[in-house]
């Protein structure tokens, strides 16, 4: 099984990246099968995404794609003076600029002493050209350099790196291109477009992300967002007729009970009056889920669109969060990086050897090991102990040291959980684990027995660290120890010398 050494990969990347990048290929396995399983899990975001696809397919409406960047000048069309609110929770674009490259004797010399011979310089330039000019996707430069000078991977990564380091000292520079923040500024567009060439009603619907300029994201807001978001358009359509098509959408999807409220504050692209929050009633309790409205005449003007229109908007996120009754939106979104809580059993089990037999006589030799241990602890040194011996290997207990015990006084110290804290203990108390430090160690000790062919020795002396007798946690279940400010609390004097001899 491949395991990378990540803190080893990264400092060597960081001396040296190309060689690093090389010569770590070769720790990619190669050659090997892996079988899925059958059937793999939705996630129920998406779920609930493809059933509103359904849903409002079946109710008569068109699915289209909106965009997904508009200028800033979109949102002053929609919210008139209300718009620099509005563009504060936008995400703005910023662009690299492609800069002027300029190739010195200097640079040239450079370049080819990285390629290992002359290049064509020519080719070079025409190649810089275009990448300025904008002809060469930015991630296309480094392949363009390679059949352009005929040099390799490597080699064309360097010359960016060390030649031309302008490249990674850009600065983003702004533009007034925007990220959606409400599915109403691109319907605009799309409705304008169709207008013309419709039958009416025009139903159109689309699923799609939002994305908003949060302070922070907590339980109940996160900056990519989606929405179900639907318009009618006809020239006799009103709030009455939409709040019905609203309603009948909704029981569509469980919820028989729906209540109308109308905004105190209207959103200035929609009519004033004309814009209101819709409540369903989920186990016995008014649950606000989304908005409708009627756009503003003024909105529908600026972007040339004659008829009036009603719009409806679900956020995908909090109707999820209603049906799957989940409290905090991070975790229903996001469960791959939610915040797991351990309790102590949970902590107890997660301990788990660092080093162990594989076999049935390799445990034997670690109740041995472990059994001479608690026999012969108080002994005075210098003694030695055999603690097993068949026909492949001899296990030996030693202290040399004259006046000295076998056993250090933590030798049988138990280790237990309590209150998030690992510690230990004279007795087992708490949640016991059913380990103690010798127990710990022996593991270790029988596992490179069961196989000896050379002499070798397991020698412990103090405690401070999990690792120091052959146990380990999980990365989440140490994490989770840390966060909460809790401990590991193992220490103290073993002082015990495990000899392993390969019989004969």
Request: glycine share 6%.
């Amino acid at each position: 099984m491949t395991s990378f050494d990540i803190s080893s990969i990264r400092q060597q990347a960081k001396d040296d990246f190309i060689t690093t990048w090389l010569s770590t290929a070769a720790l990619v396995p190669s050659g090997t099968t892996v079988t899925l399983p059958e059937r793999g899990k939705p996630h129920p975001l998406r779920e609930l995404m493809q059933r509103s696809r359904e849903i409002l397919l079946a109710r008569g409406f068109e699915e289209v794609e909106n965009r997904t960047i508009l200028p800033a000048s979109d949102v002053t069309k929609q919210y008139g003076p209300e718009a620099l609110v509005i563009l504060d929770r936008a995400f703005y674009l910023a662009e690299l600029p492609r800069p002027e490259i300029g190739v010195s004797a200097q640079r040239i010399q450079q370049i080819e002493k990285i390629a290992g011979r002359a290049v064509d310089l020519e080719q070079l330039r025409a190649i810089l050209r275009c990448y300025k000019r904008g002809d060469i996707e930015a991630d296309d430069l480094i392949e363009m350099l390679m059949t352009g000078l005929g040099i390799t991977d490597d080699q064309a990564t360097e010359v960016i790196h060390k030649v031309f380091p302008e490249l990674y000292n850009l600065k983003p520079v702004p533009t007034d291109r925007t990220l959606r923040s409400h599915m109403s500024a691109t319907w605009f567009h799309t409705l304008a477009a169709m207008q013309d060439r419709a039958q009416y009603p025009l139903a159109l619907f689309a699923v799609g992300p939002r994305y908003r300029n949060e302070q922070r994201e907590d339980a109940h807001h996160l900056r990519v967002h989606h929405s179900a978001s639907m318009v009618v358009m006809d020239p006799e359509m009103s709030l009455e007729a939409g709040r019905a098509i609203a309603s009948d959408v909704l029981r569509d999807y469980g919820f028989e009970a729906v209540r109308f409220e109308t905004k105190s504050a209207t959103s200035k692209y929609y009519a004033s009056g004309h814009e209101e929050e819709v409540f369903v009633k989920y186990r016995d309790e008014w649950l606000e889920l989304a908005d409708i409205g009627m756009y503003s005449p003024i909105a529908l003007a600026n972007f040339g669109i004659r008829y009036p229109v009603f719009n409806a908007g679900f956020g995908i996120e909090r109707m999820a969060m209603i049906l799957n009754e989940a409290e905090d939106i991070r975790k229903l979104v996001f469960p791959q990086f939610a915040v797991a809580d351990f309790s102590d059993e949970d902590i107890a089990q997660s301990l788990s050897y660092i080093s162990s037999p594989k076999t049935e006589r390799g445990l034997k030799i670690a109740k041995a090991i472990e059994g001479s241990a608690r026999k012969h602890k108080d002994d005075l040194a210098p003694c030695e102990f055999l603690a097993f011996k068949d026909n492949k290997v001899e296990v030996r207990l030693v202290e040399r040291e004259e006046g000295k015990k076998l056993l250090g006084p933590a030798g049988f110290n138990e280790i237990c959980v309590g209150d998030g804290t690992i510690y230990s203990d004279l007795e087992p108390s708490g949640i016991y684990t059913n380990i103690n430090y010798m127990r710990g160690i022996a593991m270790a000790a029988a596992a490179m027995a069961e196989d000896a062919t050379e002499p070798g020795q397991v020698q412990v002396k103090m405690i401070r660290h999990l690792s120091d007798l052959n146990l380990e946690l999980t990365d989440a279940v140490r994490q989770h120890i840390e966060r909460q400010q809790k401990k590991i609390g193992v220490g103290g004097a073993v002082f015990i010398t495990i000899e392993v001899r390969p019989a004969g």
